[in-house]
């Protein structure tokens, strides 16, 4: 599965990644018609689920992160993990969670070190992420070793940004990657976790 029709991509200063991602691998599955901002649109639903879900840690790191986006004039806000998953399986694409629980801690811990959030609890807050996805039956598994999984959403680029990636095994007219923020297949820095979907 090749992403051979992109919505619009991504070029601005915003936080608005995780929706066009999605966006792209809903395309795969469901074709939806060309020229729509369904990135924005998709971004904004996924935004609306982490806003009604939103306690405890992951509270804490997204009202800090949103103030650190502001002040960068980077519109919008993290998307994260959980929230992603639960659009995705809203949209009957059967999520599986992959993470490597070393490689996220890691990646978080740096990310509140940079935005300055000192009592995020990082363990805690990884846990929370997983007790949100299980209680809407979303599989979680960790332990993951490659983030080259077909068909899947990685975060990358220590954990600030969400690519696709298509079928492994298409032929090479076809592409692999969907990166919001290029049209080229840069060397991505995994930052711990993968969502992989399927059409039932």
Not at 11 to 31: H, P, T, W
Request: proline share 4%.
């Amino acid at each position: 599965m090749g992403f051979q029709y992109i919505n619009f991509q991504d070029q601005q200063e915003n936080a608005y990644c995780g929706g066009f991602v999605l966006a792209a691998m809903i395309n795969q599955f469901k074709s939806l018609p060309p020229n729509k901002p369904y990135g924005t649109d998709i971004y904004h639903e996924v935004q609306h689920i982490q806003k009604t879900s939103l306690t405890g840690q992951r509270k804490c790191f997204i009202d800090k992160m949103s103030l650190y986006l502001h002040d960068h004039n980077i519109e919008g806000t993290y998307s994260l993990p959980s929230s992603i998953a639960i659009y995705a399986q809203q949209m009957g694409l059967n999520p599986t969670i992959h993470y490597n629980e070393l490689k996220l801690r890691n990646v978080f811990s740096s990310i509140s070190k940079d935005i300055k959030l000192k009592k995020l609890n990082v363990d805690v807050f990884i846990e929370e992420e997983i007790s949100l996805a299980n209680s809407f039956q979303i599989p979680v598994f960790g332990n993951a070793k490659n983030f080259f999984i077909a068909n899947s959403i990685a975060l990358v680029e220590t954990g600030m940004h969400w690519i696709a990636i298509g079928n492994t095994e298409e032929k090479e007219d076809r592409k692999i990657y969907y990166d919001p923020w290029s049209t080229n297949e840069p060397i991505y820095e995994y930052s711990g976790i993968n969502i992989a979907l399927n059409k039932a």
